[in-house]
């Protein structure tokens, strides 16, 4: 079984300011790293995924997120955050790529 | 193709009425998932198919709750007995069969139990 904890369940930040959105996970079997994004009144979409290879990954939209074994987290960062970032950010493992196990996810709350 | 459809978007039922959801898949895709979101929490895995065949079931909440693929193609997601407990977001997502693929979802169906 897997389970996945997301530290924070919000995150305020002033707009161009870094953010860290903290991921641990849990699990006997190796597993695919996922984070998706919620904007409001949307779907959930995927963010960005780790899979194998480089442990650091990046989105197109300036995120990014580190696999780290040893500390089994994923966190997920950006430099500089916009207003357009406020969503809901929710972090998922799958052992195998079909059923995710999501954290209880963490709202972005970007100021101006 | 406009994505991962849900319908309805809303539903408010009484305490012990049956409901059933629908979802419509992405067209080529051959899985679907359903998940349940309550209020503060993340999605929680229910069942998910390969074309008409349900591969996994045994993370629905209860036997009032079952799901069917018959065609392969939509999906519905029935309650049986709705109790106030059953008050959620469900969440339905398809992808392409193989190792790993993205999954795409939809808007949901928000549930309310009166």
């Known amino acids: 079984a897997q389970s996945v904890t997301q530290l924070d369940s919000q995150v305020p930040v002033f707009e161009e300011a870094p953010v860290e959105l903290r991921c641990n996970y849990s699990?006997?079997?190796?597993?695919?790293l996922f984070w998706y994004v919620q904007y409001p009144n949307q779907g959930l979409q995927l963010l960005l995924k780790?899979?194998?290879?480089?442990?650091l990954v990046e989105s197109i939209n300036g995120f990014e997120a580190e696999f780290n074994k040893s500390q089994t987290s994923f966190h997920l960062r950006k430099p500089s955050v916009h207003i357009s970032d406020t969503a809901e950010y929710f972090c998922?493992?799958?052992?195998?790529?079909?059923?995710?196990?999501f954290g209880g996810g963490t709202r972005l709350m970007v100021k101006p | 193709d406009t994505g991962v459809s849900q319908d309805p978007r809303h539903k408010i039922t009484k305490r012990g009425q049956n409901v059933t959801f629908r979802c419509d898949p992405i067209?080529?895709?051959?899985?679907l998932y359903w998940y349940r979101q309550t209020l503060g929490q993340g999605p929680e895995f229910l069942t998910y198919?390969?074309?008409?065949?349900?591969?996994?079931k045994s993370r629905l909440l209860s036997d009032r709750f079952s799901a069917e693929r018959p065609k392969g193609s939509f999906s519905t997601l029935e309650i049986q007995r709705t109790e106030q407990g059953d008050s959620a977001m469900y969440l339905c997502?398809?992808?392409?069969?193989?190792?790993?693929?993205?999954?795409?979802f939809g808007q949901g169906t928000r549930l309310t139990v009166v």
């Open positions: 997502a398809s992808s392409l069969g193989g190792v790993i693929t993205e999954a795409f």
């Open positions: 699990s006997s079997v190796s597993v695919y």
């Open positions: 780790y899979l194998s290879g480089s442990t």
């Open positions: 998922a493992v799958s052992p195998a790529g079909n059923m995710l196990t």
């Open positions: 067209s080529e895709h051959n899985r």
């Open positions: 198919f390969q074309n008409e065949a349900q591969l996994e």
